[in-house]
C-alpha cells in the first residue's frame, strides 16, 4: 500500500476512499476513510489461505460479547485484490505511538510532552487502556497484540478516549507451538523463545511495556547497552536474556535517554515495573496482571497536581514542579474512605490499627490544585470498574479556602459536617464548604445510610518551598 489516496470496495459492493495512513505494523496498515467514522485495515499477505483465516476470525470476532467495550467493531471485509476489513473507528484519533516519540524536530522534549496532554493524561489514557484489556481477559479473551501501533487515542491532548483497532487480534488463550503475531518490542520473552501461546500474560507484558515507554520515553529493555550493540544484542534484550532498563542489581543496561522515572512514575508504579521486567521477565507467573496496573495507573493519575507556571502536572508530594522548578501551590486532597453504619454511631468510619492509634482505611485519593476543577467518577464513588467506571457523578473545584461541589449525574448526595451535627446537600446546583489548615472537614456521603459504603474528607495541604 503506497502513501497516496486510493479506493477499495467492501463485499457489499460500496466502494470506500482511503486517506491518510493512521498506523503500520508487521501485519499491515490502517488508513481513515474519508466521508465517514470508519478505518480500513489493509493486510500485506493476501494468499487465499490468509484471507480465509481472516474471514473466519472477523465471523468469530462478531459473535463475542464485545460490544460495550472501547474496541473498534470489524464491519465487512473489502473485495479482491485488496486484502482487509472495515471497522468502526472516532474521528479525531491517533496511534499512541504518537505520545511515546517526540518528532525528531523537536527542540523541547518536555514542552511537547506537555503539548501533548502531559503526565496526568498519560497516565488516564493508560489507565483506560489497562480497563479495556483487563475486561477482555475477563470474558477468556485475549487481545494477543497490545502495541502502541493498535491502540488509538484522541488526538485532542485534554480528551482521553481510546479504541483497540486490529479486532482481527482478538481469540481465545493459544497453546504452545501455534502461529503467534506480536509487535517486535512487545512480545514476551516466552513467546519469542516459542515456550508459550498468547494468554493474559503476555498481553500484561506488552501492556507493561508501552506503558514504561509511554510515560518515560524509554523502552524498558533497550538501554544504552542494548541500543549501542549489535542487532542480535537486542533479540536477547526482548527474549530476557538482559536485565531491564532500571534494575536495582545490575546496571550493565542503564539508559542515558529518556524522562527520570522519578518524575513520571509513582511508588507503586515504580514498584510494580520493577515486578514486570525484574522476576516477571522470566517467569510469567510473577508478572503483575492487567487489572492491578489498571488499578495503579488510575490511582497515579488522581495524585497529580497542576503547575500554574509551566502547566505541567507532577505528583503531589513533590514540593516543588520537577519540569519548571516552580514552589508547588496549596492543593486539596480528597480522601475516600469506608463508612460502615454497622459499626455503631459516632464509629462508622472505618479504620485499622497503625501503631497505638487507629487510623482510617483510605481506598482512593483525588488531588484539586487551586482553580482547577476534577470529577469524582463512579470508580471514586463506589469502585467500579471499566467503562461504567468513569461516568461523571460529582464535580469538585478549589478556589482559595473553598471547595465547590455539584452533581452531575442527578442525584442528591449528604454533607455532614465535622462533629456530626450539622448537614447538608450536594445537588444539580453548586455548593461549597470552607476548608482550613490542620482542621477536620465536612464529610461527603456517597452512598445509603443502611449499607457500607465511601465518604470524602478534604484536607487542605500546603504549598511547598523550593
Request: with cysteine.
Given at each position: 500500500m503506497t502513501s497516496f489516496t486510493r479506493q477499495v470496495t467492501d463485499l457489499n459492493g460500496a466502494r470506500h476512499v482511503l486517506t491518510r495512513q493512521l498506523g503500520r505494523g508487521g501485519q499491515g496498515a490502517v488508513f481513515e476513510v474519508k466521508g465517514g467514522r470508519l478505518a480500513a485495515k489493509i493486510i500485506f499477505d493476501s494468499s487465499p489461505s490468509r484471507r480465509e483465516q481472516l474471514r473466519n476470525q472477523l465471523t468469530a470476532v462478531k459473535r463475542l460479547p464485545l460490544a460495550d467495550l472501547e474496541i473498534a467493531r470489524p464491519l465487512e471485509m473489502l473485495r479482491e485484490p485488496v486484502l482487509g476489513y472495515l471497522m468502526e473507528l472516532l474521528t479525531g484519533m491517533q496511534p499512541l505511538?504518537?505520545?511515546?516519540?517526540?518528532?525528531?524536530?523537536?527542540?523541547?522534549?518536555?514542552?511537547?510532552?506537555?503539548?501533548?496532554?502531559?503526565?496526568?493524561?498519560?497516565?488516564?489514557?493508560?489507565?483506560?487502556?489497562?480497563?479495556?484489556?483487563?475486561?477482555?481477559?475477563?470474558?477468556?479473551?485475549?487481545?494477543?497484540?497490545?502495541?502502541?501501533?493498535?491502540?488509538?487515542?484522541?488526538?485532542?491532548?485534554?480528551?482521553?478516549?481510546?479504541?483497540?483497532?486490529?479486532?482481527?487480534?482478538?481469540?481465545?488463550?493459544?497453546?504452545?507451538?501455534?502461529?503467534?503475531?506480536?509487535?517486535?518490542?512487545?512480545?514476551?520473552?516466552?513467546?519469542?523463545?516459542?515456550?508459550?501461546?498468547?494468554?493474559?500474560?503476555?498481553?500484561?507484558?506488552?501492556?507493561?511495556?508501552?506503558?514504561?515507554?509511554?510515560?518515560?520515553?524509554?523502552?524498558?529493555?533497550?538501554?544504552?547497552?542494548?541500543?549501542?550493540?549489535?542487532?542480535?544484542?537486542?533479540?536477547?534484550?526482548?527474549?530476557?536474556?538482559?536485565?531491564?532498563?532500571?534494575?536495582?542489581?545490575?546496571?550493565?543496561?542503564?539508559?542515558?535517554?529518556?524522562?527520570?522515572?522519578?518524575?513520571?512514575?509513582?511508588?507503586?508504579?515504580?514498584?510494580?515495573?520493577?515486578?514486570?521486567f525484574g522476576a516477571g521477565l522470566a517467569e510469567p507467573l510473577q508478572r503483575p496482571g492487567v487489572s492491578e496496573w489498571a488499578e495503579r495507573l488510575h490511582a497515579a493519575a488522581d495524585a497529580t497536581v497542576l503547575c500554574q507556571e509551566c502547566h505541567g502536572t507532577y505528583y503531589m508530594n513533590a514540593k516543588q514542579c520537577p519540569w519548571c522548578d516552580a514552589p508547588r501551590l496549596g492543593f486539596v486532597v480528597a480522601e475516600f474512605q469506608l463508612w460502615d453504619p454497622a459499626l455503631g454511631e459516632g464509629s462508622e468510619l472505618v479504620s485499622r490499627p497503625s501503631g497505638d492509634r487507629r487510623r482510617p482505611v483510605i481506598v482512593a485519593a483525588l488531588a484539586l490544585t487551586d482553580g482547577e476543577s476534577r470529577v469524582i467518577t463512579r470508580r471514586l464513588a463506589t469502585g467500579q470498574a471499566g467503562r461504567d467506571g468513569q461516568r461523571p457523578v460529582i464535580d469538585l473545584k478549589f478556589e482559595g479556602t473553598r471547595v465547590t461541589l455539584q452533581s452531575l449525574d442527578g442525584a442528591s448526595y449528604r454533607l455532614t459536617s465535622p462533629t456530626g451535627a450539622r448537614s447538608a446537600s450536594v445537588g444539580p446546583k453548586p455548593s461549597s464548604i470552607l476548608l482550613k489548615h490542620d482542621e477536620a472537614s465536612w464529610r461527603l456521603h456517597l452512598g445509603s445510610p443502611d449499607a457500607l459504603y465511601r465518604v470524602v474528607s478534604f484536607t487542605a495541604r500546603k504549598g511547598g518551598t523550593k
Open positions: 505511538s504518537a505520545l511515546c516519540n517526540p518528532p525528531k524536530a523537536t527542540t523541547s522534549v518536555a514542552s511537547w510532552y506537555f503539548q501533548t496532554g502531559g503526565l496526568r493524561r498519560r497516565l488516564a489514557l493508560l489507565a483506560r487502556t489497562a480497563d479495556v484489556l483487563s475486561a477482555l481477559h475477563g470474558r477468556g479473551l485475549v487481545y494477543s497484540d497490545p502495541s502502541p501501533h493498535n491502540i488509538f487515542v484522541s488526538e485532542a491532548s485534554d480528551a482521553t478516549e481510546v479504541r483497540f483497532i486490529d479486532s482481527d487480534n482478538i481469540h481465545y488463550v493459544s497453546s504452545a507451538g501455534l502461529p503467534t503475531v506480536f509487535t517486535p518490542g512487545y512480545g514476551a520473552p516466552e513467546l519469542i523463545r516459542g515456550a508459550s501461546g498468547v494468554n493474559s500474560l503476555t498481553d500484561a507484558h506488552a501492556f507493561a511495556v508501552l506503558t514504561f515507554q509511554t510515560l518515560s520515553l524509554v523502552h524498558p529493555l533497550i538501554g544504552d547497552a542494548v541500543a549501542n550493540g549489535p542487532p542480535e544484542r537486542e533479540e536477547e534484550a526482548f527474549a530476557g536474556a538482559m536485565p531491564w532498563v532500571d534494575d536495582p542489581s545490575n546496571s550493565s543496561n542503564r539508559c542515558s535517554i529518556g524522562i527520570p522515572r522519578s518524575v513520571t512514575l509513582s511508588a507503586r508504579l515504580a514498584e510494580i515495573s520493577q515486578r514486570a
